[in-house]
Nanobody, 122 residues
């Protein structure tokens, strides 16, 4: 069983910063990608950022230059540093761990966290 838990959300003023954390735990052998999606009220969930097992990163155009994704491979933890936040960044942020291989299963699966709320006041 794998659990993905996010933390670090909250309320911040426009122009401020927040750092989200997400840890995957369980009998994990390896994780390919870790990343973040978000869902604003009344909108579909959208991609934010991803970091691969080799450290390559990719960002949505809307967050490039403001958000930075990083990863601790020993702790199976991914971080999202969010700077220059805007009201449009308000959403529930979901972490995922992709291509997770669990001990004794030999299979690869994807797991999502429950989400953490980020609210940016203008």
């Amino acid at each position: 069983q794998v659990e993905v838990v996010e933390s670090g959300g909250g309320l911040v003023q426009a122009g401020g910063s927040l750092r989200l954390s997400c840890t995957a735990s369980g009998s994990i052998v390896s994780i390919s990608n870790m990343g973040w999606h978000r869902q604003a009220p009344g909108k579909q969930r959208e991609f934010v950022a991803v970091i691969s097992s080799s450290g390559s990163t990719n960002y949505a155009d809307s967050v490039k230059g403001r958000f930075t994704i990083s990863r601790d491979y020993v702790k199976n933890t991914v971080y999202l540093q969010m700077n220059s936040l805007k009201a449009d960044d308000t959403a529930v942020y979901y972490c995922y761990a992709g291509g997770v291989v669990v001990l004794a299963s030999g299979r690869s699966s994807n797991y999502w966290g429950q989400g953490t709320q980020v609210t940016v006041s203008s």
